[in-house]
């Protein structure tokens, strides 16, 4: 079992709709996470970081559930531009610096 | 304020040729990493560096090579290219807290 596990979908939502993923962690050590964001054969860029409960940036919100090891990603409101890969990092001090990747939740919102 | 940069952002390879990929950073930042990511394995850390002059190696550093003899610099080097290594070739970079910046990847193909 990989440390960080995503459903990869897709998910396919249409525009206006609010879509959630989930990303669910083995590790309990684990302090800090982050949702980043992929567009096809480009760079993963930082959507959002979330040390305690959560976090929220606009349509976006993210949710720390350490009893249930998990974290959610919330998007409202979805955007044609929304369509992406988000991933999922988890961060242990422990773990020599490194973030500890998921695969990724693929993204379509539609027209 | 450049951020992450690679060079180059694309090549070809013939098998057992070598080549060394450059990431650069503009950020002061001390730690810096290289991924590949290939289509259903998600990131995967090849080499990181925790500061100048040193190196450690990640989940995946067979066939590669790196140094950081600069704090800007990090470089990949592949000493004798394999199909298998062809992928997309992320560095990143970041500072005490942990969200890493990515540059914008190197696609290599070795034919």
């Known amino acids: 079992r990989k440390e960080v596990e995503q459903d990869p979908g897709p998910f396919n939502v249409p525009e206006g709709a609010t879509v959630a993923f989930n990303c669910t962690y083995s590790?309990?050590?684990?302090?800090?996470f982050f949702w980043y964001r992929q567009d096809c054969r480009k760079e993963p860029k930082l959507l959002m970081s979330?040390?305690?409960?959560?976090n929220e940036d606009g349509r976006f919100t993210a949710q720390l559930n350490r009893a249930s090891q998990y974290i959610s990603l919330l998007i409202r409101d979805s955007k044609l531009s929304d369509s992406a890969t988000y991933l999922c990092a988890s961060y242990n001090a422990g773990n020599n610096r490194k973030l500890i990747w998921g695969l990724g939740t693929s993204l379509a919102v539609n027209p | 304020n450049a951020g992450v940069t690679q060079t180059p952002k694309f090549r070809v390879l013939k098998t057992g040729q070598s080549m060394t990929l450059l990431c650069a950073q503009d950020m002061n930042h001390e730690y810096m990493y290289w991924y590949r990511q290939d289509p259903g394995m998600g990131l995967r850390l090849i080499h990181y560096s925790v500061g100048e002059g040193t190196t450690a190696k990640g989940e995946v550093p067979d066939g590669y090579n790196v140094s950081r003899l600069k704090k800007q610099n990090f470089l990949l080097g592949l000493e004798s290219a394999a199909p298998s290594q062809t992928s997309v070739y992320f560095c990143a970079s970041r500072t005490g807290q942990e969200t890493q910046y990515f540059g914008p990847g190197t696609r290599l193909l070795v034919l």
């Open positions: 979330v040390y305690s409960s959560g």
């Open positions: 590790n309990s050590a684990s302090q800090s």
